[in-house]
């Protein structure tokens, strides 16, 4: 419990806001408390579900649909259905206040009938195309805890370690590892009851007594979940201190953690906040706004800013900016930034001037006059008008000169995806091969590559036929009383070769007896008791119906044929419950009797091999597994050429390897594709050598170039994609500085001073070259008394000078902000959560962060008070809503401090809470900035440890914590060292402070 934690302290107050948050949350446990449930299973055919998909990835989409219907009618019915989805989705494109989930997993057991995984899903439409994309936007949650909280049965500890499983990634959308998870929470979730997990997509709609889980994937709106909050008030309450703004609460004459801001958009005010150095959560209504304001932010505020799914790229993308970064570079290129937006500051100021005297004077100039007049210029331009405004455009290329470098080109490089999938193909071929060696596999590797392409080919004929038999992994899994496994069994150890050719020559007799059954499918026979003789039966019922054929006509009752035995067989006899006494019903009888007698007969044929079928079975029953062991024995008897000349290659190379049991062939198998797998890391890495040796090196080539070798020697595509993206970008540019430097040298030829005007042109040099010509003209002459310019062309000078301002403010915040942040390695700046996501997000650290952006209410209460713990000052972006609906069970606030008993009610929204307790709001603006930094440590050498605050070095354990889930105390604090990198001269301080952070974050989070 925190500091001051007594009855009217912060302890009570946690206690009421966790009571709250149980209270408010009132979880659905049925999918027909929502209003908007969407099942995948009605989506058309020709809509594609991209099952692999993961967090970013889009799920499926649908192309706009026309208004008007197919003229064809059988296109119709596929018409309407695309056309309500694609209405569908774009409704759920607008759906504000409320979250999107894919679930999967649906459960039915009384009183649940809901999904067990949720995943965030964002529903964008494509400005250009109209196409509706449904995107996953984050990881999945599992909520068992939430729909079976006191349902008998139901463990919470059994599944922890599924829910680790899915904070780690798995069972996002319709993953394979979802369907995993699944069937693994199925078999462990219930005491003494398994539920059965089917890949079902439709759903069942009665909720059974017995649990019952299938897939069932569905698009739900519900109300943003705070299932969360409740637990997470139970860690605040486990920690050490009480921060600041928290605290503020309880105190009456503290300072008011609130702060105004002049600025109201959001985005900009991020971009404020980080060039001021502090550390910022910005909360939104749900994932679709968080990604709505990432996407407004300027690209260079956006890479500091961590989305759920993206914080371990942001921290890897400040290490590498941290890395190479100088940060006397950066604070140079802030204060010609400070320069530059002073100097566009006074350029738009004097327009501004100049607009105003032009409009008071009402008159224009006759011409263009701001080319400065020299002696001895040529009547006509060394530059035509369009290569005067090309000049401008790339003038305004302020990047890095490319002109040393020599020209390549990305094209004639490998292409990304090609060095990819070698990179693939390599680390899987090592990860597969790094199984322990074997005696076959160490005899096989003495093999040349013939013989082993030899092997390989035969082996691949073998373990095909078992794929298709269902005879995969180590024969001790394999049901022994298959006749398959007898059969396979004996082709290894060579036995009883004859009797297995006689069971698979009568597999025609087989497929007639099936031809036989379905001719009289339908038809009843009924034979005498015990064991009649029915080949006796056979005859005469072919006897008989020979007669019948000839003429005879059986009196009535008991059949007069010659021969007493006969006549008492066909009369105990019944086809369809009457006597068989014509053609038809003989056919059917001796039709009948055949099939009994190819059965007797392949009954005896299995049993010499050693398989016994049961006889006690419907015929057709008996008939079609006779029929599906004569199918598998085939498929058997297809590589016993293979297994042969396997043996004999064995043989011939001399090979210690018997080939006489399944488990032997397991065994050869394995060892086979062990070394093949050692083979194909070697061609793997040859291959990848090559491709980088055949990029060219040489002293002039651009970062890039080596940039692109190094990926490859890193095995990094994803730097290598980069890398060529980067290399075309260079080209261009530098094709682009090669054209300017050709234009500027023939102005400078003609008209030296223009070309030093040039060097540096303003906003109102577009306008100004749209008069080349006429101002050239006039340059040529001698100067007259200087004219102001017309005031609409001031006024759009005016417009585009205020532009660059603008842009250079944003450009120079930008800069501020790597600035403050470029020498603390690995630590994430700002963070973007939708407001119910942040205790699943991030651990509740004290002043983890500098300033939370509240952007908008979203329906909140006091519940949401956890954000003063998350940092010691707030800012409120927008207005208070209305009043919230009482839950049930409201906890009474009796036990409340007496200031906070009115306000920190069920009903009260935070932003009418926060305002009303301090009503003293401090401004943003005189809020003090950034700490200065000390003197820059020496090359490789980071900061003293005595300049980080405690939170700081917080929030860096808790991200290295986040990235690696497994590390334990030490692996966390020799990471944290090697990210600060301060000087040698402190390593007990500098080891006595990590190893309390780490402390304090593990007590944060247990």
Known sequence: MPEGG????????????????????????????????????????????????????????????????????EEFDGWLALRHWYRTLRGLAGVRGAEIVLGTG?????PVRD????????VAVDERSERVDVVLAGPAVLRDRELLDGVPGFDPDRTAPLRDAVARGEGAGLHPSARDVLRAWGAAALDGEAVAFREDWSPEHPAPDAARLRLAPALVVRPPGRAAVAAYYDEIAAQPWTPAGFGALLTADAPSPLLSAEERDTPKLVAELLGRGSRVLAVTADAASAARLHAALAPDIAEMCALPTTSGLVAETMRGRAAGTDPDAEHRRVEDLERRAADAIRAAGGLRDRLERAEADGGPDAAPSWIPHAPDLPDEPPLTAPEAAELVRLLRD????RT?????????????????????????????????????SAALRRCDARLLAQLDGRAMVVNAALRDLGLTGHPAGWKHTDPTVRAFTDLLARRRPGVWSRVAELTGHVEDAAAALEAIAGRHVELPPGDPPLRLLAADARELRDQLAAGFTPRRGVLRVQGPRPTELLAAVFVDGEAAVTPERLDVLHTYLMILLTCRELQ??????????????????????FRRAHLRLARVRSVQDAVAETVALIADAGLPIQLTHPLQWYGYSAGLEHVLLGQGIERAAADLAALRDSIPVSRSDPPELTAARAAIDARDAAAYGRALSGLADARHRRAAQLRRDELLARLRAVHPALADLLRDPGDDWPDRVATWDTAWKTAVRPPAAPRTPPPDRLRRAVADAEEHRRALDAELTAARAWAAWSDRPGVIPAWIV?????????????DSFDVVVVDGEHGAGAEALFLLWLAPRVVLVGEAGAPLPPPERSPAPDALPGPLRDLVTPTTTLYTLLRSR??????????????????????????????????????????????DRTADDDALVARARRELACPPSEDGLVEARLRFAVETYRASVS
Request: proline share 14%; glycine share 6%.
């Open 398 to 401: 302020r990047g890095p000169d």
């Open 106 to 110: 649906l459960l039915t057991r009384r």
């Open 834 to 846: 939708p407001l119910w996501r942040v205790p699943d997000v991030l651990p509740p650290g004290p």
């Open 404 to 440: 040393r470098h020599r020209d390549v080109d990305p094209g004639a490089l490998p292409s990304a995806p090609y060095v990819r999938t070698l990179i693939e193909a390599e680390a899987a071929a090592a990860e597969r091969a790094g199984r322990a060696d074997t005696e076959v």
């Open 6 to 73: 007594g009855d009217r302290g912060p302890g009570t107050l946690l206690r009421f806001l966790r009571d709250l948050a149980r209270a408010r949350r009132g979880p659905a446990r049925d999918l027909a408390a929502y209003e908007r449930v969407h099942w995948l299973a009605e989506l058309p055919p020709d809509v594609y579900v991209e099952t692999d998909a993961g967090p970013g990835d889009v799920l499926f989409s649908v192309p706009v649909i026309p208004l008007s219907p197919p003229a064809v009618i």
């Open 604 to 625: 005896a044929a299995w049993e010499d091999a050693g398989v016994s079928f049961p006889t006690d079975v419907p015929l057709p029953e008996r008939v079609a597994r």
């Open 115 to 122: 999904h067990l995984l949720a995943t965030p899903v964002r």
């Open 918 to 963: 301090f009503a003293k709001v401090r401004s943003l603006a005189d809020e003090p900035g950034p700490e200065p930094e000390p003197d820059a440590a020496p090359e490789g050498q980071g900061r003293s440890i005595v300049t980080y605050k405690r939170p700081e070095l917080l929030a860096l354990v808790a991200q290295l914590a986040a990235e």
